[in-house]
């Protein structure tokens, strides 16, 4: 239907991005508050749009979703005041699978009215076979109002004979395919739920006499709860005031298999994945990458800010001397605004800026943590060679990534891909540095801490973005016609 | 769920409310803007909000729908070219029955996705048995996105085994009970449905080489369309560019009962309504009711604006002069948003002004539409006595509004009714007015065009709201523990 | 500087535009309330913007000015909050003489610091020597932020040697010529001036222990105030809730010419204008206009609004019935903002229909108030006759308006207006209609009440636009090269 | 008067902040979109509103002024568009000196019409005798529009008997005390000025044929200028297309002082000051401080991102482990709009969190660039204990802040300033920490490049903040009641 906003992000469009943040509390006054806080400390994970459902006895459910950034529109106490009750959940969200340009409708938490009373629905993820449903779903009487693939649960809840909500879900959710971490409520209850390979995280918390289910840990610090346990792959938590926590398994069990690239990129470095520090796997990815691929230089320095605990390992390791080559404009935001011809083009250099003084005939390391299209950096290397540096050396904190992500990251179409096309010399060549190496598949997995590197017979981790090797056929798109990797 | 607007119009809750208007435009380029004129124009009909959806052979179906008046939302360059293509449908509306806040999602026209492509409906009247429908809907799996009843429809249509849309839609409307002038909307297809009734009015009409519906005639003429013909009670036109005009009957056929208060306040006097004007019908209810019940008297005073026909009507049968001795502030626009305190309790005084001067020492027939809760009366008699009027004499347009309307009219509850609880005698003393005089339920049928008045065996009109006769049972209500007329 | 809204109303052209009015409160509490529902009654007197200033003890001064009507301004809660204090002033205003697009800098009151203390000041008029009073304010070191010619008051105050802050304003005004009707402030002072010749209204109201000052009496009645009297011309009133009402009378006295045009067109039917109705005196023109040019015909149809109380005049002395053949789409606002191109050129239509029923085969009189440009004129003829009138007779409540009015009036240039160029038989000719006649000056002064017609030596009214004889020379426009009516 | 905004950054009231930064360019086409750039590079001098003015030989000055970012604003094409022409100036600002709500007619770029044509001004720094100015001025007739003291100078300028607007400048400037670097214009020439001590920056670029005023490098890079020089102290430099670039000496000549907390915390650190990069002053500090107080420990944090440079430094000097212990919320932005208490009160937590895995059982260096009131300081102990730390040592890249800057930066009242009524041990004592030492001010003058140290007879730097030594007497606030240090 319409289109209300532009596409926007035109200088960013050179990482993977995180399509989602899911969060939800219980058992607390003002839960919507709550989950205010949680989703700012989650707008990494999704800065286009977020929205809130709460329910209070009362008023029953209320909802708001709107465009743009949660300190801008879910601080409002005239905002907020309409979200009571001691139950609420939240999205924010990146773009969601479906939709060309971003509409409202397609903003998440969705809700649905069955027989036995309302519930909301957000999920971090992507379904794999949503298309196939979506068709039968129609074929069978029911009218989607949003381009999105999570409506699909909705609509399969809405269709199950189950009596109550969370078994409706349960029945849903074995017929959808793919990665999510669902985060739900109805009038009484939160729910969580983590699809069976466990790729996408969630974690739950307490806080007062009150529980959380989040994302990440960086967003229960941030309203002060305590970290109990991760969600485990499979695994449905249904949460209640009167019951407390209650643990389903309503999927057949399979070997976990998280998404890798969480710990490279996507998480906040301040979060605890699997009883790991972000920021310290980061740093020894860094320390992996100086053993794996030295190089003799006067400084290290990160692409800010998501390469700097790379830097400052492989620093750490190299003995060569860590400093702010680049700097970023702290000011830069989402976006600016439908910008003139003239910024558009400017591009990176509205977010980043050279530290000339010190670059200028220095020979530099820069640590990034990965090269998507290639194209910033690019930008980056000409700007560093500017300012007068005599050798450019890239060192990237993750794998070449050659295959597009079909479980809930936004990446381009394989061919965009710079390493789907080139070698790694190729790309040094393309990139016109004096040198380029990424970490080894295994590296990472060292530094994620797996000492024996990656088991290739059954990987523990998703790695499908630089393996090619998918944990679940992406069914929509194999019909699409995406081609898999060929069996070697 | 959320609430995004405050119940608007604390001054003009003393009138009863047409809750929608209709309007759809095939065949012409950028139909859409054809739509925003036609809904203007229809603006009375609906103040609240407008929606328009449009369909192009590129961009498929494009929706917009808004709080506030057409003018200033539906003119806009860059809103308009968002609604591109030859085919369009709008409505205007002023609340839906279900909502007690106002919230986009119930603004429509409601768009629904079938298997065999999509539609777009608007209705004028109400569904008296959505209720039932709803819950039995939800039952089998349908989710509700809006609390508005017309959204039965699309979830009916969805679960037809008809082929094709049009079939689908009466294979829906066969379910449905009420009065309902319906505009909807194919990727090719224009479709206007009257129920068998013909409760609301639809009429047909041409311009260019497209076709045209709306709610009234009225709004052909903003467009420079040419009248055609009324849509009959009970009929089906599906218009393609392609076949041009097809006729449908899906209903049993019964006696039509049309609103005869779009004739007494709702349509527009420059309408045409069965042939006749409906600013000649008002000014024959005037002449009526000068011959029903004359009084000697300085002026007459229409209380503006809906009573000026007829007090020109009743100044040229009495031949007591016609005069303005209330004046209206013609920017009053649909409210004061958010008005102060102070301000609130003004109430009137905002909106009208007694003509001082004029009025001091005079004997004063005051012509009105209607009598509703009688709390503006009160106040209008006030201010005129306050002018120094000598006597104050009510005459008004239409029968005792005894009965709330079920059909596409927001009335208040019966008790708050004037006429509910009192004889004509008790609303004059409540007034304190020196007399007060209803036309006759024969007179107003006399006026127009039933020369022999009411046939009581089988009423010409639908009368309900005066003699309690609802042709179709309000069985939603009735559930609800409304209590009909008992028989006589 | 720079501009921030275009140019409003295109289809409202054709129209002389009052350019503002004026209204003051003190001792009240919350007069900026007062003063917002005063200016909801001018609103009329100027419709792009208003601006509001009060004083409080604690808080000093506030000021809010916006673009819009008072009804979307100065009706929130949180704005009037703003707003505190027993004294107030407003203003609202059509467009101001320099501006060439809208600024907010532009909106009044004015406010200037002084050593003494603060003072606003809000003017219905022009001031005709505004001009060279700026440039010889510029050369001795005034800093203007505004482009409107009313500046001028304050720096002229700024600079005078009087030590309270009414004496400056009276040296200021001295120095200032053309028509002003000021509503001005200091701390603890309401003051309105009304020029020598006394051109604009200005009148004096009580209401509760408080005192008005209002360019209309029917914005006293919107608060309930009683009317005490007219400012007199040349007269200025310093009002405190100390010592009540002072007069003073700082210019030499001269007969007064009051603004014949306020009769016919700017005020309100309801205001009444030296102990006038003024509904009455344009009924009486209606009588006149039928005595001066009778004409044979059907029926007798104003163009609404502002043609009502003449055509009922007309109707009642010719006996010719009197009807609404023309009707006004009341949701027209101010304008359509941004309108598209079709709807650009629709024009009047969006605004106007005609009663299609009504007019057909009939001979109509239509009876307008005035004939500008003669733009709007001819379209509402096409309508008529399309609709199948037989014959259309124009009848004219003012003499032809042939020359430009420079005492706050929005006039178009002297070769715009149809009656410079043209004589009566012309213009019927141009119009294409069967007849065209105005009422003639004497005519007119006769329905002002003046038995014996104008007085051609001292005429008792300012009628510049209609004679040409300018009681103040517009010397700045003379300096521009506007040319007099040359002597007889 | 009104006030139109709430004041704003709750959660960053525990910084000093520069007021202002300051942008010119002439020569170019479309000079203001490299305004807007300029702009967006100094935004953290300034981030409460911005202005830009532009002059077009047809269009003459335009000007848009606006609260919020640069980014938010000045990237729209349709408002950029009403900026046209080869000579723009800009201002970002935090707040100004005398207002306490913020207004719109506060925000520069000021403009005065003079009788040889027009001007706009911008200015970072302060004027210390603006209230005496300000009341001279107006006891001889100025009005004042805004409460900001910059605008004394256009008054000056008004009144100055000088032909042409530069030498009107230079009248006006010599009346002025204080701390100003001034970026103006006229409708031909970009000004530049520093005041006789040259304490605020200001820079010379050139970018294609045009000129650039600028007060930081960074801002010269973003626009890819070439950076040409500084405006020396008490320079004006008057720069046309016709004539280049020409240097007037206004003032009489006195020793240099340039402001010393700009190394410390207000430039960028990819600015360039005296030839010195700002960053690596910054990283020399850090240096200076691991020698003047080492601690032995597990990690050294910086406090983000001010500390960052300062704590690499302290890092490489001691060997000690660098390590981001604290990680900064990247979408904090300016402030949440109108927080809710609850979110309020969380206070710090919202814009940084720490690294609980990294410092758990660690001994912990952070190094922060300043203590001013010692409330974030405190939070930050705290958030670091409760992760788990064994010591909390503070490292200050600064000398304790003693006394408010009269220059141009926002500083607490010298009550509030915690190092104003507390020894060093004093202030260790009430954060609860394990140590705490400040830099001395000797070490301080070493690392800008002071190799001897402060000289105490004639400080080469301003440095007031600590000294309570002011070169410029603040006159205005002696005559409030500020007591000068007791001279020793």
């Not at 939709?99 to 992507?126: C, L, T, Y």
């Not at 591009?347 to 910033?376: E, F, M, P, Q, Y």
Request: one cysteine or more; hydrophobic letters at 40%; glycine letters at 10%.
């Amino acid at each position: 239907m319409s289109r209300q906003m532009p596409p926007a992000h035109p200088f960013d469009d050179d990482k993977l991005k995180e399509e989602c943040g899911v969060y939800g509390v219980i058992g607390v006054t003002d839960a919507a508050n709550f989950v205010a806080l949680g989703l700012h400390a989650l707008q990494h994970r999704g800065q286009e749009a977020g929205g809130i459902v709460s329910h209070d006895a009362e008023q029953g459910f209320n909802s708001v979703r709107r465009f743009g950034y949660v300190r801008d529109n879910f601080t409002r106490h005239s905002l907020m005041e309409t979200l009571p009750g001691p139950l609420a959940i939240g999205h924010v969200r990146y773009s969601t699978a479906g939709s060309k340009g971003a509409a409202i409708r397609d903003v998440q938490p969705f809700f649905g009215e069955f027989s036995m009373g309302g519930a909301a629905i957000a999920h971090n993820g992507n379904i794999t076979n949503a298309n196939a449903l979506r068709k039968e779903l129609v074929e069978r009487g029911s009218i989607f109002q949003s381009s999105s693939d999570s409506e699909c649960i909705i609509h399969l809840m809405a269709r199950s004979l189950q009596r109550n909500i969370p078994e409706r879900m349960e029945d849903a959710l074995r017929r959808v395919e793919g990665a999510f971490s669902i985060v739900a409520m109805t009038g009484s209850e939160l729910i969580g739920v983590r699809d069976p390979l466990g790729v996408r995280p969630l974690v739950l918390g307490q806080v007062a006499d009150g529980w959380v289910l989040s994302s990440e840990t960086c967003a229960l610090d941030i309203i002060g709860a305590t970290y109990v346990r991760e969600i485990e792959p499979g695994e449905m938590v249904v949460i209640s005031e009167k019951h407390g926590v209650e643990s389903h398994y309503p999927f057949r069990r399979v070997p976990a298999r998280f998404c890798i690239f969480e710990h490279v990129y996507f998480s906040r470095p301040d979060s605890i994945i699997g009883g790991r520090s972000v920021y310290e796997t980061r740093h020894q990815i860094g320390v992996e990458l100086a053993r794996e691929a030295p190089v003799d230089a006067d400084l290290v320095c990160p692409v800010p800010d998501s390469g700097t605990p790379a830097a400052i390992g492989f620093s750490h390791e190299s003995g060569i001397p860590y400093a702010m080559g680049i700097i970023r404009n702290q000011y830069m935001g989402r976006t600016f605004i439908e910008p003139t011809e003239q910024i558009r083009n400017m591009g990176v250099r509205l977010k980043l800026n050279v530290n000339r003084a010190l670059i200028k005939g220095k020979r530099v390391i820069l640590v990034d943590d990965s090269v998507v299209r290639g194209t910033t950096s690019r930008k980056i290397k000409e700007m560093i060679l500017d300012a007068g540096a005599k050798e450019v050396h890239f060192r990237i904190a993750s794998p070449p990534t050659a295959w597009p992500c079909f479980y809930g990251v936004d990446t381009p179409q394989r061919e965009k891909l710079l390493a789907a096309t080139m070698t790694e010399d190729e790309m040094r060549d393309h990139l016109q540095v004096d040198s380029l190496k990424f970490i080894s598949l295994n590296g990472l997995y060292r530094a994620v801490g797996e000492a024996e590197g990656r088991n290739s017979n059954c990987p523990q981790y998703c790695d499908a973005c630089f393996s090619g090797e998918y944990p679940v056929a992406p069914s929509d798109m194999i019909e699409q016609g995406f081609e898999l990797k060929a069996a070697e």
